[in-house]
């Protein structure tokens, strides 16, 4: 009844779209090598009438994820309707489904099966941890979706349905280890981190690098998610004395984990040891307060202060729509190109069947990004230049490095496994 | 794994991690003490114990909020105001809760613990209406940040201190107050005999509430002297439950005595694992090792000594 | 029908036909696949909510650790699934191909010897029931040969689930961490996501809750469930009277165990991985709540209960996501307060006499249901320690 339903719509909607496409031609980008004729536009029975497509967003609202989740549901938002302002994707409106995943796995696997057997949208953004995008990426593949990822993660993975906005694995890591390594003289690392495949693999390719500059891990310590007490490790911290404490604590055991290691007497503001994180953006900040990761370095893509047109532009728009007290991190920002990132995949290959955005996306730039320049891999991740910044009393990131050129996401590192 | 080390390095690690668990034990006490009180005087199984606990986070916040705004002069001693704060907080919602809920369920502990449960799901939407989901930061006044360097590596922090202080004198009021005191001497009373307790001319109903608002007022003070070592956010209540409960199970339940040596047990325990082993392993061996010990000893450490 | 008549009143004869009749004709025909997966989904934490039944209702043992086995049991399905998912084909990009990806992940270069095993499927179908009833049975004998109960055995359950839960993050390269066990494929070849399988395996489910309420039913009415329900009611009357009230404690919740698990074990098939967000403490106090709406003395109350809290928690949380939690909590407090015998209760008072007019033969009354204590849930003579 429903595939009837459907169908009809379809047919209604080609019809009537191909009264429209002189418009929607004109609409699309100049960039747009095709011409999208109507009846290319939606083979697949997506949920594209001839002036709306729907999308969905799924994150947790709810849960103990909500508090990371926020910002990017937030960011998608505030894309997707100025893309609408803008005129829409092909001429049409975006309108957003939005899904709760609460912070559950199955759920998001759930949700995001109703999103593409039940709604027939054209893209999800949306996920968060590795947990959630790994539950749903079996049914991405097997309804063929699109989820465009936004978080930073472990890397390991390539799916042909997937969109990794954020970055991989080795972006992050090798880049920051390279700078302390030769600008702070870094010779003895302490690595850290919560207990889960994230921090566990970044600590491995970390550790892989570490040795291959000729370098010394002096330490590898893991912590249950959620765990407050880290007055033992800063013990054995002070023991081993390493130059760089290499932190990849993630949630509320950050908060405790700053806390204790400033009331511990370790000052990070001095050259040693430093500490340089992967995992603390501007959201975790507002938590720990800025007051006592004063002096760390964090090493990602995107910062709050980046100094550039693009940057201000973007930060002015989610203050006006969102309010003037709110921060943004990296993962927020990477959340922000999903929707822009599909738009100019949906107008290079004028249509929005999953399969012809799939063979777009690679090779698709987008200039206005407020990180800067980006570019879609062969391999569905980013390039993109990795920045070091540096934690101000105020919870902002003053950057003070960038890689020259952009770095190549590389899922399955040869050598780092 | 010592090789490395002179002795006096190795004499300043001993004693750091000496310090290191006995920040720990206070923060443990003090974070039983509550549940202690509920759960070993009424019998009552109270979930949503993490729930009062962040609600004095987020008092502490309001106020730390509120004196740098309009009197950053008083910055410098808020914290005390706030805690004061917490505790009336959290009190009052004990004893409102206690007045719709509990009170209905003193002969179904399981059951109180289901809707104390229904309760802290509640409390953490609201927290979350009403402050966000994120976490919040509660700015703390200087002098309670860093540490007092005694050696070269030895510092002690001063937020570990001030828990450890607190711990002391909340202790010692909870003792004077159920020892010491005519609403002690009745809560004790209730607790042993009930009905006896009643026909002598105690109002039980009045003693529960009390003790229940007592117990939920010192999960507050907790509540807001953790946010100098943890997070505060909706969901960070959750955190504390399991360790808690297993403490005060495992101290035996009707004694604040047992309360007390199992803190020091556990946290002794956990923060030596920590350091010989990694986090999450020395995490799983204490609950191992206290799970083990509650099969031999279900009573706990300390039980009261009546004919059975 | 005399033998059926034994432990089976009319009115649990008509209990049963409904569940099925539920479960096998109208839910099929008034959902779409997606729906009816997500049912099926539902119905596999209904087989931890009659476990509960048996073992809190019934017994008055609470464990707040019933994730645990479910969780077992789902692991031990999601291993088997997950070998014949890594054939040294499918897995030629690692570096050491035929084991399962997060293993190369973590330079795991040879199969855990605790992993072999399941490459047969007979032996995980074993293992999905004598797993957790052993595992059950150690803890279950540890306690109750000690006379812990209530709260404490609540509590320790609970501490048991943590512990496992850090376990199987922490050691992810043996259990697939926090992501868990994913992207299962294939049972014996058949492919168990299309949507033919799915209706199969719907169908497996729900033939395995009707046996299991069948079961249920038969324990619940031989001399072990009455003296359950009199370990309940007054333990020391039925110590007192020669039996060993341990070794029956035991057994009912080493069997709540191996019902949860079989539950685990077909969540794992029917959504296809397992992971430990469904082992720990709120998973499994989520579970006690299903079989306490549903009313903690009806196992198929506990049915029903299950499916009207995951039916509200998915329909509440799509439209009012942000109000979702306080309904929940709402519903614990007014279960435990207003309705502590859930809706098996309401049932009870308001429909029952009308469905016994129809049912119920003239002249004769329908049986009062003995196991329902006086007060809503007795005095609980657990509670503390022995004293």
Redesign the interface.
């Known amino acids: 009844m429903r595939r009837l339903k459907n169908l009809i719509e379809n047919r209604l909607s080609r019809r009537a779209v191909l009264a429209g496409t002189v418009s929607a031609a004109t609409l699309a980008m100049a960039g747009a090598l095709t011409p999208s004729f109507a009846q290319d536009v939606n083979t697949t029975g997506l949920a594209v009438t001839e002036d709306t497509v729907k999308v969905g967003i799924l994150h947790s609202v709810t849960g103990t994820m909500a508090i990371s989740e926020t910002g990017s549901v937030q960011a998608e938002k505030l894309a997707i309707e100025q893309i609408n302002a803008m005129g829409g994707v092909l001429g049409r409106k975006i309108e957003y489904i939005q899904e709760d995943g609460a912070s559950d796995w199955p759920t998001f696997a759930e949700k995001a099966k109703k999103l593409l057997v039940n709604d027939k949208v054209a893209a999800v953004f949306g996920c968060w941890t590795s947990a959630s995008r790994k539950a749903v990426l079996p049914v991405f593949e097997q309804y063929n979706g699109m989820l465009y990822y936004p978080t930073f993660y472990e890397g390991l993975e390539q799916s042909p349905n997937v969109i990794y906005t954020g970055q991989e694995a080795t972006q992050q890591i090798i880049a920051g280890i390279d700078w302390v390594a030769r600008e702070k003289g870094a010779k003895s690392f302490y690595l850290l981190g919560s207990d889960y495949i994230w921090p566990r693999t970044s600590n491995k390719i970390a550790r892989k690098h570490i040795e291959k500059l000729g370098h010394k891990v002096v330490g590898e310590e893991y912590y249950p998610l959620g765990h407050t007490q880290f007055n033992s490790v800063i013990n054995k911290i002070k023991l081993k004395k390493p130059d760089v404490i290499y932190a990849i604590v993630v949630g509320g055991s950050n908060v405790a984990f700053y806390k204790q290691l400033k009331a511990a007497g370790i000052d990070m503001t001095k050259e040693k040891p430093l500490l340089l994180t992967i995992s603390v953006t501007e959201d975790e900040i507002r938590g720990i307060g800025g007051e006592n990761i004063e002096g760390a370095y964090a090493a990602m893509k995107y910062f709050q202060s980046l100094d550039n047109d693009n940057n201000q532009a973007f930060v002015k728009a989610f203050k006006e729509r969102w309010g003037d007290d709110i921060v943004i991190g990296d993962v927020t920002q990477a959340a922000y190109l999903g929707p822009w990132l599909w738009k100019a995949a949906v107008e290079k290959a004028g249509s929005f069947d999953i399969d012809k955005v799939r063979l777009a996306s690679p090779g698709i730039e987008l200039t206005t990004a407020p990180e800067g320049y980006v570019r879609i891999h062969e391999n569905h991740h980013l390039w993109s230049k990795t920045r070091i910044g540096l934690a101000k009393t105020d919870g902002q990131y003053e950057m003070i490095y960038e890689t020259a050129d952009l770095m190549e996401p590389d899922p399955f590192p040869e050598g780092y496994q | 794994m010592f090789a490395d080390?002179t002795w006096t390095?190795l004499g300043s690690?001993f004693a750091?991690?000496g310090f290191?668990g006995l920040?720990?034990f206070s923060?443990f006490v003090l974070m039983a003490l509550g549940l202690a009180i509920i759960?070993g005087q009424m019998?009552v199984?109270n979930m949503a114990h993490g729930e009062f606990m962040i609600l004095g986070a987020y008092v502490t916040y309001l106020c730390s909020n509120f004196v740098e705004a309009y009197a950053p002069s008083f910055f410098g001693v808020y914290f005390f105001f706030a805690m004061i704060l917490a505790f009336v907080a959290a009190g009052s919602l004990g004893a409102l809760v206690e007045w719709s809920?509990i009170r209905?369920?003193y002969?179904?502990?399981?059951?109180t613990?289901?809707?104390t449960?229904?309760?802290?799901?509640?409390l953490?939407?609201?927290y979350?209406?009403i402050f966000?989901?994120?976490?919040?930061?509660?700015?703390?006044p200087n002098w309670l940040?860093?540490?007092v360097?005694l050696t070269d590596?030895i510092?002690i922090?001063?937020?570990?201190i001030f828990v450890m202080v607190l711990t002391f004198f909340i202790a010692i009021g909870v003792y004077f107050i159920l020892f010491r005191s005519r609403m002690g001497m009745q809560t004790r009373a209730v607790v042993q005999n009930r009905v006896m307790a009643g026909a002598v001319g105690i109002n039980t109903e009045k003693v529960d509430r009390h003790t229940f608002a007592l117990g939920c007022g010192i999960a507050g003070i907790a509540g807001s002297a953790f946010t100098?070592?943890?997070?505060?956010?909706?969901?960070?209540g959750?955190?504390y439950?399991?360790d808690t409960?297993?403490i005060v199970?495992f101290g035996g339940?009707?004694s604040l005595l047992g309360t007390i040596a199992s803190s020091f047990a556990i946290s002794q325990a956990?923060?030596t694992m920590?350091?010989f082993l990694?986090?999450?392993?020395?995490?799983?061996l204490t609950?191992?090792t206290?799970?083990g010990i509650?099969?031999?000893r279900?009573?706990?450490l300390f039980?009261?000594k009546?004919r059975? | 029908m005399t033998n059926l008549k034994s432990f089976m009143s009319r009115q649990e004869m008509l209990g049963l036909l409904v569940v099925a009749a539920v479960l096998f004709v109208v839910m099929p025909l008034a959902m779409d696949i997606f729906r009816l997966n997500l049912f099926g989904k539902y119905l596999t934490y209904a087989f931890v909510a009659i476990g509960l039944v048996l073992c809190w209702g019934k017994g008055g043992i609470l464990s707040l650790g019933q994730g645990v086995f479910f969780g077992l049991g789902g692991y031990c399905m999601a291993m088997y699934l997950k070998l014949e998912a890594s054939t040294p084909e499918a897995t030629a990009i690692q570096s050491t191909p035929g084991i399962p990806d997060f293993m190369d992940w973590n330079q795991i270069t040879a199969l855990p010897w605790f992993w072999q095993p399941f490459n047969s499927l007979t032996f995980t179908i074993v293992a999905i029931i004598a797993v957790p009833a052993l595992f059950a049975f150690i803890i279950g004998t540890a306690m109750f040969k000690r006379r812990v109960g209530g709260v404490y055995f609540a509590i320790i359950t609970q501490a048991i689930a943590a512990i496992l839960t850090i376990l199987i993050i922490g050691q992810q390269g043996y259990t697939g961490g926090v992501n868990g066990i994913t992207d299962l494929r294939t049972l014996k070849g058949w492919d168990i996501r299309t949507d033919e399988a799915k209706y199969i395996l719907y169908y497996v489910n729900g033939g395995l809750l009707i046996a299991v309420l069948l079961l249920s039913q038969i324990v619940l009415k031989s001399k072990l469930g009455r003296l359950l329900v009199a370990v309940r009611d007054q333990e020391d009357r039925v110590r007192f009277s020669g039996y060993d009230v341990s070794n029956i404690k035991i057994f009912v919740f080493c069997f709540a165990a191996v019902l949860s698990a079989i539950g685990g074990a077909m969540f794992t098939l029917q959504v296809g991985f397992m992971s430990p967000s469904f082992v720990g403490i709120v998973p499994s106090i989520e579970m006690v709540i299903f079989c306490a709406v549903g009313g903690r003395l009806s196992i198929f109350g506990a049915v029903y209960g299950t499916l009207l809290v995951n039916w509200a928690k998915t329909t509440f949380s799509e439209t009012f996501p942000e109000l979702w939690l306080f309904g929940l909590g709402a519903l614990f407090i007014a279960v435990v307060l207003v309705f502590p015998n859930g809706l098996s209760g309401l049932y009870r008072s308001y429909l029952a006499p009308i469905v016994d007019r129809f049912i119920v033969p003239k002249g004769r009354k329908a049986e009062p249901d003995k196991s329902t204590p006086a007060a809503p849930f007795g005095a609980d003579t657990t509670a503390k320690p022995a004293e």
Do not use: C
């Not at chain 2, 966000?132 to 703390?140: F, H, N, P, Q, Y």
């Not at chain 2, 100098?228 to 960070?236: D, V, Y």
């Open positions: 080390y390095e690690i750091m991690q290191a920040i720990l923060v759960f019998g199984i809920l209905h369920l002969k179904r502990p399981l059951d613990l289901l809707a449960w229904g309760l802290s799901l509640i953490q939407q609201a979350r209406s966000g989901a994120r976490e919040v930061g509660v700015t703390l940040l860093g540490s360097p590596i510092e922090p001063i937020n570990g100098m070592i943890g997070s505060t956010g909706p969901t960070a959750q955190l439950i399991v409960f297993l199970v339940a009707a956990q923060s920590e350091f990694s986090g999450s392993m020395a995490k799983v609950l191992l206290v799970v509650l099969m031999l279900p009573q706990g039980s009261l009546i059975r």
